[in-house]
């Protein structure tokens, strides 16, 4: 059975979502027989829908969120529903960090919760398993709120996303090992005193460095790097550090 990810959305930044300039879906993993979702933001369910070939939301195994915010979580109650058909049955699993289920600030609705086989909480640094679909939590993110990134063990190799943080030196640690290493790049330069706890073209650069992945994947634009072309940012990266480097697009899918 083949593996692969696709890109449901690549959208980052308050008005890259909000005007629909890139699509914000989160992103399919399919692997290891398993159906995932990585952060259904606004027209996740849509995305699937209109997705060639299909995908039926009914049919997912789980889902992840990275962390609670809106453009990473805003269609998790709807894929719940859509997996349990509306609570008839029971099914999938949600691993989720704390914050996103408790507190002023949850946003899982608390009827669908009972609905599914599972809810799982997310910390740092742990090992996690949905059927045969292995995968392990990284340092907890520098972030507004409390996040992790996501490292998959699919056909040998470490696929890791790192979600939305500031750079920080401890990241590349945690990232340690990752064969493929898809990055949340939300700026393309970040002024000290604009910094935000967002990762910039220089921070995944440093990354990378350290990293030495085979393969680099950035998505999650913001608007500085809609307008500087992130396909051509992503070329000149490749050419500078001698690694691949590839800018997402919506709906790209690619095997693993």
Known sequence: MSSFIKFLGTAGGRYVVARQLRASG???????????????????LVKCAKSKPLIDAASLNGIILTHL?????????????????????KGGVLFAPKEALEGDNAVVLKYLRDFLD???????????KIGGLKFSTSIKH?????????????????????TDTKF??????????????????????????????HLCLDDVKEIIK????????ITHFGMTMLKAKPWKLAEEITKELGIEVIAASDGMTMEL
């Open 142 to 162: 520098q972030h507004t709120t409390e996040t992790y990134g996501i490292k998959f063990n699919i056909n040998g190799r470490l696929v890791s996303f790192i």
């Open 26 to 44: 989160g992103t399919y993993i399919s692997a290891n027989g398993q159906n995932i979702i990585l952060d259904p933001g606004p027209g996740a």
């Open 118 to 128: 599972d809810i799982v909480i997310l910390e740092a640094d742990k090992e996690y």
């Open 168 to 197: 920080f030196p401890e990241l590349i640690d945690s990232y340690k090992n990752s064969d493929i290493l898809i990055v949340n790049v939300v700026s393309q330069t970040l002024p000290e005193k604009f910094r935000i706890k």
């Open 69 to 89: 915010h809106i453009d990473h979580s805003n269609d998790v109650n709807i894929l719940i529903d859509a997996i349990t058909g509306g609570g008839h049955r």
């Open 210 to 217: 350290g990293v030495k992945p085979a393969k680099v994947i």
